[in-house]
């Protein structure tokens, strides 16, 4: 079984087909390719919605020609059409969810809405080392922070999540903050490897609370007040030393609940996945971490860490092969900007 997968929830737009093997084994890549709006949004200093489904209309007939292509397939050899049905952008939803609708009724095939948190949830399958189940999962992407015990396709259990900012919006808030470019966390990392993590006295939120849960929005206030401190025209090396110290602040809370979850949980997988999870420091203290406690660590490939095509069509695939979805022969489809991965 071939499947199409459609990507469009924010400001990537992303397409990739993989290729089924049957229950039991991870469905294979053949192809994907993804267009990043990020120059078009750094004029702004964030995503504008309405450039953001305007781009992906653009963008998404070209991308699945280049992806067809590059799979050596033909639009008929297609069997599934997935697109992501939330969370996100609910314009920008729109433009996937109808276009792959209006494509598999086309081609007579049927559609299937994924949720985009599962869809990153399961990308590290596609990586040279695929997890097993059972295991814990730190989902770090974009506005959302959670630790999930995962124990199957679809057998998900929330352990904590983010109160009030997630983590990405931590890097990205203290980004702006220090005047650096869209997509600021990228950025703030880059600038962190020029500072000293321990020459600005940051925050850990709910680093010892007895939950598993985040918050994130409290160590963004206390960025401000460090950056107003240094007065009207700070030094390069005084905003290196906050961008680092901002960095180990977010990292030390990620990793210590995470070592929490798995200590309670008694696993002994630990999967990374999100945009956060290409931070290089990040990976640099669990490596660290899990391997004093003989604990796997799993992430995806980082060229799919960001939003993609790849994982939606990865999760289409994996919830058929489970016998958990039935693709929709229908062509009505809605959108969820707000949709709960418990809900799934």
Not at 24 to 44: C, I, K, N, T
Not at 216 to 224: P, R
Not at 269 to 284: I, K, M, S, T
């Amino acid at each position: 079984m071939n499947v199409l997968g459609i990507e469009s929830s924010c400001d990537e737009t992303g397409v990739a087909v993989v290729q089924s093997l049957g229950a039991g084994r991870v469905p294979r890549l053949l192809a994907h390719a993804l267009h990043s709006q990020a120059d078009m949004h750094e004029a702004f200093g964030g995503v504008v919605p309405e450039l953001a489904s305007r781009d992906h209309i653009r963008r998404i007939v070209p991308l699945c020609e280049t992806v067809l292509a590059q799979a050596g397939l033909a639009r008929q050899d297609i069997d599934l059409v997935a697109y992501t049905r939330g969370p996100g952008l609910a314009g920008a939803l729109l433009v996937g969810a109808g276009f792959a609708v209006a494509l598999a009724a086309a081609l007579g095939k049927p559609a299937l809405a994924v949720h985009h948190l599962e869809g990153h949830l399961l990308t590290p399958f596609l990586s040279a080392d695929p997890p097993e189940f059972p295991f814990l999962a730190l989902l770090v992407s974009g506005g959302h922070t959670q630790l999930m015990r995962v124990d199957g396709v679809g057998r998900y259990t929330l352990l904590g999540e983010t109160i009030d900012d997630a983590a990405g919006e931590a890097f990205d808030k203290s980004a702006k903050l220090l005047g650096l470019g869209y997509p600021g966390g990228p950025a703030l990392s880059r600038l962190a490897t020029q500072g000293a993590e321990d020459a600005v006295a940051l925050p850990r939120p709910l680093l010892h609370a007895d939950n598993l849960d985040f918050s994130f929005a409290g160590l963004k206030t206390a960025v401000a007040t460090a950056f107003r401190r240094f007065g009207p025209s700070p030094s390069g090396q005084q905003r290196a030393d906050l961008a680092a110290a901002t960095q180990a602040a977010i990292v030390d809370v990620l990793v210590a609940k995470s070592l929490k979850a798995l200590k309670q949980t008694g696993l002994t997988r630990l999967v990374v996945a999100g945009g956060v999870g290409a931070n290089r420091r990040l990976r640099e203290r669990l490596d660290e971490a899990c391997a004093r406690r003989r604990i796997r660590v799993h992430y995806p490939e980082l060229e799919l860490c960001t939003d993609n095509g790849a994982m939606i069509a990865l999760a289409a695939a994996m919830r058929v092969d489970a016998g958990l979805a039935a693709p929709d022969a229908a062509r009505s489809f809605d959108v969820a900007p707000r949709w709960p991965l418990a809900e799934v």
